[in-house]
């Protein structure tokens, strides 16, 4: 499917980088619902146990949820997504919110839409997170600032950063030592590619 699938949480919202266009599907977790009334977007379903957002909202699509589950709201959410054939995902309001947790778990959420084929990017306050496997990501010279990649499931092999301030090649990087935190653009295309594993890249907007 051409478009993209938004999810909009209930943590910290900081604006969208990219606002839902036609062809994209909106779905509001729980409180998100708030943050799309704010920025005029009607999201075309709603889901969640509505803990954060007090009650259910008048609104005609709706998935309730429990609160003792499995699947948080934004995991949930992701499922949807997924049988509706998405494969992009832009997740916002998926951090803070006094909630490191969450968080966590949305981070973990990021594994979870790469094992099913599908990629998601993480929006927190002027950075994102996004997650590759077994491929590459390619950087423009225009990239600026901080950059990181992290293994959260045991070892990836085959890790090379080139066009960074600190490189890698075919290294092995592990969930038990962050060797790669606080890297760096520096003006020149670069490359961040796992051979075999999973890696979450961290950098600016």
Do not use: W
């Amino acid at each position: 499917m051409d478009g993209r699938c938004f999810i909009i949480g209930a943590g910290d919202f900081f604006g969208f980088v990219q606002r839902p266009s036609a062809g994209d599907y909106v779905i509001a977790a729980d409180a998100g619902y708030k943050y799309c009334l704010r920025e005029g977007v009607t999201p075309d379903l709603v889901v969640g146990d509505f803990d954060s957002l007090g009650s259910a909202p008048d609104f005609p699509n709706i998935v309730r949820m429990p609160v003792e589950k499995d699947d948080t709201d934004t995991l949930h959410a992701m499922r949807i997504g997924l049988e509706k054939g998405y494969s992009r995902f832009e997740i916002y309001g998926g951090t803070g919110g006094g909630r490191a947790d969450h968080t966590l778990a949305n981070l973990q959420c990021l594994l979870f839409l790469v094992s099913n084929g599908a990629r998601g990017v993480l929006y927190g306050n002027g950075v994102l997170y996004t997650a590759i496997h077994n491929e590459k990501a390619v950087f423009s010279p225009e990239h600026s600032g901080d950059f990181s990649v992290f293994c959260f499931d045991g070892a990836a092999r085959g890790v090379t950063l080139r066009g960074f301030k600190y490189s890698l090649d075919g290294a092995t990087v592990t969930s038990d030592f962050p060797i790669g935190v606080s890297n760096s653009f520096t003006g020149v295309e670069a490359e961040a590619s796992v051979s075999d594993g999973t890696l979450i890249l961290y950098y600016g907007i």
